[in-house]
């Protein structure tokens, strides 16, 4: 089975590549750099979309034959401000210099050409709280479903305050069956505030087939290839997540696990 939590390389350079080959999966497609003041990085899209995010740091990016300035204002993530991020479509180049030690995540998956590239955030982007008692967290909506300038991505920050849960009540978004649920695959990029701390994830299927619980540290990847997906932050540690997702149909359609369904009908009422 294809090992659900990644590890960073290393603390400098590119420290993630996740490709659907490398997750056994089909869309989607999840890289980080962490790279110091005046350090620079180049790729060429291919026949994917990407979406740049930049979580910590200044980078002056050059992307589709566009110069877009200096992107980037929160030197930690933690700050909670709204992203500075760059869509760029399939066959085209993106690079960028770092204006100050940055880190900065590319997600991918497949994409039609002839879409522009834009930048996104932060103007239009705001924190919102979801969730109820220590269920709680606060999302920064990058490109959601309402968003129609990409073909597959879906992308999302998540918040989660210590002692709280998230991506939960639990749910599974892993069948091609919409209305009623749709097949996304699913990264979550982990950081922790202190940094020196953990969380807890779960990834499981309802016949128990996939059932893997996962201490995360600072900087660790998890992929959710199917099942629900809870994660968990203890006392004391301060949680961020990215999400990326991707699959046949950009529509984020979910069915919550037999054993939570009286939490969402109590919230719903």
């Given at each position: 089975m294809v090992?659900?939590?990644?590890?960073?390389f290393?603390r400098?350079?590119k420290?993630?590549?996740?490709?659907?080959?490398?997750?056994?999966?089909?869309?989607?497609?999840?890289?980080?750099?962490?790279?110091?003041?005046?350090?620079s990085?180049g790729e060429?899209?291919g026949?994917?979309?990407?979406i740049?995010?930049?979580?910590?740091?200044k980078i002056?990016?050059?992307?589709?034959g566009?110069?877009?300035?200096?992107?980037?204002?929160r030197?930690?993530?933690?700050?909670k401000?709204?992203?500075?991020c760059?869509?760029?479509?399939?066959?085209?180049?993106?690079?960028f210099?770092?204006?100050?030690?940055c880190?900065?995540a590319?997600?991918?998956?497949p994409?039609?050409?002839?879409?522009?590239?834009?930048?996104?955030?932060?103007?239009?982007?705001s924190?919102?709280?979801?969730?109820?008692?220590?269920?709680?967290r606060y999302?920064?909506?990058i490109a959601?479903?309402?968003?129609d300038?990409?073909d597959?991505?879906?992308?999302?920050?998540?918040?989660?305050?210590?002692?709280?849960w998230?991506s939960?009540?639990?749910h599974?978004?892993?069948?091609?069956?919409?209305?009623?649920?749709?097949y996304l695959e699913e990264?979550y990029?982990h950081r922790?505030?202190?940094?020196?701390?953990?969380?807890?994830?779960r990834?499981?299927?309802?016949?128990?087939?996939?059932?893997?619980?996962?201490?995360?540290s600072?900087?660790?990847?998890?992929?959710?290839?199917?099942?629900?997906h809870?994660?968990?932050?203890?006392y004391g540690?301060e949680?961020y997540?990215?999400?990326?997702?991707?699959?046949?149909?950009?529509?984020w359609?979910?069915?919550?696990?037999?054993?939570?369904e009286?939490?969402?009908k109590?919230?719903?009422?």
């Amino acid at each position: 089975m294809v090992e659900l939590k990644r590890k960073p390389f290393g603390r400098h350079g590119k420290v993630h590549e996740i490709t659907p080959q490398s997750a056994g999966w089909r869309y989607v497609g999840f890289s980080l750099y962490k790279l110091r003041a005046g350090e620079s990085v180049g790729e060429i899209t291919g026949s994917n979309e990407v979406i740049l995010v930049v979580v910590e740091g200044k980078i002056a990016a050059w992307a589709a034959g566009t110069d877009w300035g200096v992107l980037g204002d929160r030197m930690n993530v933690f700050e909670k401000t709204p992203p500075h991020c760059l869509f760029v479509p399939p066959n085209e180049e993106w690079s960028f210099v770092a204006e100050t030690d940055c880190t900065v995540a590319v997600c991918s998956a497949p994409g039609k050409v002839g879409r522009p590239a834009r930048r996104i955030g932060p103007e239009g982007i705001s924190l919102t709280e979801r969730g109820k008692g220590t269920n709680t967290r606060y999302i920064n909506n990058i490109a959601m479903e309402n968003e129609d300038f990409c073909d597959s991505l879906l992308v999302t920050e998540v918040f989660t305050p210590a002692g709280h849960w998230s991506s939960y009540p639990s749910h599974r978004h892993d069948e091609d069956d919409y209305p009623r649920i749709t097949y996304l695959e699913e990264t979550y990029y982990h950081r922790l505030n202190p940094a020196d701390g953990f969380a807890i994830q779960r990834v499981y299927t309802d016949d128990g087939t996939l059932d893997e619980t996962m201490a995360v540290s600072d900087g660790d990847v998890v992929l959710v290839p199917r099942g629900h997906h809870p994660c968990g932050a203890p006392y004391g540690f301060e949680m961020y997540y990215l999400n990326v997702m991707a699959g046949p149909l950009r529509k984020w359609r979910f069915i919550s696990a037999p054993e939570v369904e009286h939490i969402v009908k109590r919230d719903a009422s």
